[in-house]
């Protein structure tokens, strides 16, 4: 009912087969009787993005009329994973397809198997991202997201003797879900000078003129929202070399070679996303990319704007920006220089649309991570952007001097450009100060932005600047699809899908948690799910895994402040114990099965490192005959969204135990928790506010607090602090060589035993230890482990992004949504 606006393509089946068919036939122009399961696959998709198409248009048409405030959400990543299972589920025709399929001799999950993840993103950030625009969607928002679209997203991860080993991700070979807008073509300047000159009234104006010029081309993908016509755009950016650049004289003089270079260089901007999360490393090339980007998207939206014939004043009532970390902040400057420069107004009222305009969201704390760039660089790269950086910090800091005239080293602590050896302008403090709200990702997260890194600003801006908004996943995604059996069943007790929508109605649940034969439905999916990885493991890997013991699974980026070489060391400690035993006392020993999976930054050794020692530990425990069933440890190649949907409705257990203070939020604790697994976690990010709403009962939590950190640190680093216990006799064997590569392995150790264990490893590994046995012991009662997993997802209502988006909207963009007529 909900969609029965939509005139065109097909309503069931029938209708479904005869539209595939023809897209195979005509589109693709392939017989039937070759049809294998990519051709199957890319006519689905086909007929699939007809019915978007549908909407899309009608959503756009509709927001133009409507002419209400809208949002832009600016992303250099987002992390889609899969298109067309999201679409058939957001559409409503699922099951027709999957009939459909069937006839054609195909079944639908190897279907949805062919298409390649969309993986424009490293991790956390993107996948967010991703989240909100299904949610914005969802929710009937008026929403673009704008990025880039890099022709290599984040890279392929193979694993090789042990070694990660990175193989380009080229991803645009087939891609259905992208419309080329060739006729929105933006010009992007870099380099040049600036020439400043005074009218005839006396007033002074800058013009940025010389450097290059390189073309920026829309691609837009459309984003569905859930049972609501509301189809928004997602704009990524492609660059090209310039139409009018392109050197036509020297093609003609026969310096072919030189004029191709001279196209491939402009290619470059978005030919790859770099594969860095949480290090920032200061290349010209990054610069390039967000300039290009944020140019590109402040034109667009200006340029929208400007069709409403609406005056500048009213900027702020039609247009909302989202920074998703400072990434995009450029685009605050690119909007000033748009407005001063071009739109000729005066400096004060352009920086109050432009404040009035933008808010930013961090998303870590790490200082490695927080985004500086060099004034030589930009002066080089943008030289006017630099000028009008200046300005905003000069009168920025005439702004704090007037109101804290005692306070010079207040002025050198704020000041945007930072006074070093080269200067470098501070982007965080730049998105502050050309923004209205700033906000943390998690309640702990957000108050150590405002007492730690931001804390001058607080002071400044007093603390209504400073908000909290914890992040959430989409349950269409992170539920339904991932894990259709337990969705089902829920929809079954609960009379319905509505939860899908609106996830606090998960909290019924309780009132099953004692219904029999609902929990004997629930222990079987989660066997079902736990049988279909074993498969997948034993297909990958070679490696034979029990579905009926304990999977206890840790997968995300690798990072020393993520701490997996916490959980190998554990691993390694059981391994140890196991050895141990007499075969009587092994007998009656908790089996369980290791799964790890997560990419390094190709960079970054130590990350490296702890995957190398996780795939060695590996190989000699599962080929051990003293081990046999009761330890397998799995490292999961290549982890990605669709390998992540496949892994969390599997997982017993899911480990989220990062340094505390240092994991902004997290979001996979929540995709564990939702799809029916315990956690084990640190006191830290949004852990803390999962225990909350599921009860500390439901959770295992161990380890530091955030606020002990700083003075653990200081004390190890003082006292040569000594390791002993089993934490020793782990380093022991590690350091004995019984794993390999003892070499490499030592630095591992070193970094903790000899060099300040900068991540609390040993100060947290105790109680790690002392947990995992409380975790051993509580999953031998299935039928309490089975309660504390119901009681659960009964309360993970809190956590869809859903709730995030609505508290954007109201508290930070002041947008109001535009359902369709005929939502039903
Ligand atoms: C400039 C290099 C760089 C690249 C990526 C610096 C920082 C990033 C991201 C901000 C890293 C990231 O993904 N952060 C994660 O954001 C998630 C969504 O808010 C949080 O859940 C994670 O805790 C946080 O690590």
Redesign the pocket.
Known sequence: AWRKHSAHGFENKDEFEKEAVRHIETTLARSLFNCDELAAYSGTALAFRDRLVIDWNRTQQRQTFADQKRVYYLSLEFLMGRTLDNAMLNVGLKDAAKDGLTDLGFRIEDIISQEHDAALG????GR?AACFLDSMATLNYPAWGYGLRYRYGIFKQEIMDGYQVEIPDYWLDFNPWEFPRHDITVDIQFYGYVRKYQDDDGKSHAVWEGGEIVDAVAYDVPIPGYKTGTTNNLRLWSSKASRGEFDFQKFNSGEYESSVADQQRAETISAVLYP?????RGKELRLKQQSFWCSASIYDIVRRFKKSKRSWSEFTDQVAIQLN?THPTLAIVELQRVLVDIEGLDWEDAWKIVTGTFSYTN??VLPE?L?KWSVPLIQNLLPRHLQIIYEINLQFLQMVERRFPQDREMLRRVSIIEESQPKMVRMAYLAIVGSHKVNG?AELHSDLIKTTIFKDFVTIYGPDKFTNVT?GVTPRRWLNQANPRLSEIIKAKLGGDEFLSDLNLLNQLENFVDDKAFRKEWAEIKYANKVRLAQFIMAQTGVSVNPKVMFDIQVKRIHEYKRQQLNIFGVIHRYLTIKNMTPEERKTYYPKVSIFGGKSAPGYWMAKNIIHLVNSVAQVVNNDKDVGNLLKVVFIEDYNVSKAEMLFPAADISQHISCAGM?????SQIKGVLNAGLLIGTCD?ANIEVAREIGEDNIFLFGTLAEDVEDLRHAHSYSQHSIDGDLLKVFDAINSGIFGDRNSFSAIVSAVADHGDYYLVSDDFNSYIKTQALIDEAYKNQEDWITKCITSVARMGFFTSDRCIQEYAESIWNIEPLPPASKA
């Open positions: 490293n991790g956390g950030l967010l860095n999360d949480n290090l920032e970390d998303h870590t991570a985004e990702v992040n994991e902004a939020s997290g979001t990010g």
